[in-house]
């Protein structure tokens, strides 16, 4: 069981990034899917989540409107698109696979290894 991430860079503000995560071993629609984010000395933060089959994507208001959660059941992948990029989005962004959709790391059972993406000018 595997999530590979990759898309992460480096960015200008106002710039776009489209972040894939690709699992294999399991079917990725099955599972609740969410990003997250994390930088130095903070906690890993929400930063979008769907649940197992589709639905409504949640986001976390500072994200809202910006970025993008999808999922392609052919590919095994799931997406962030991420638009208008300001440096407060520079993080690591990590893609997980769990029982539910949820703003809680440790509702997630598979994560991937992280992505950097840097906002700045």
């Known amino acids: 069981v595997q999530l590979v991430e990759s898309g992460g860079g480096l960015v200008q503000p106002g710039g776009s990034l489209r972040l894939s995560c690709e699992a294999s071993?399991?079917?990725?629609?099955?599972?609740?899917q969410a990003w997250f984010r994390q930088t130095p000395g903070k906690e890993r933060e929400g930063v979008s989540t769907?649940?197992?089959?589709?639905?409504?994507?949640y986001y976390a208001d500072a994200v809202k409107g910006r970025f993008t959660m999808s999922r392609d059941s052919a590919k095994n992948t799931a997406y962030l698109q991420m638009n208008n990029l300001q440096p407060e989005d520079t993080g690591v962004y990590y893609c997980?696979?769990?029982?539910?959709?949820?703003?809680?790391?440790?509702?997630?059972?598979?994560w991937g290894q992280g992505t950097q993406v840097t906002v700045s000018s």
């Open positions: 997980a696979s769990g029982r539910r959709p949820s703003w809680n790391v440790a509702h997630y059972d598979y």
């Open positions: 769907i649940g197992n089959g589709g639905g409504e994507a």
């Open positions: 071993g399991f079917t990725l629609e099955y599972y609740a």
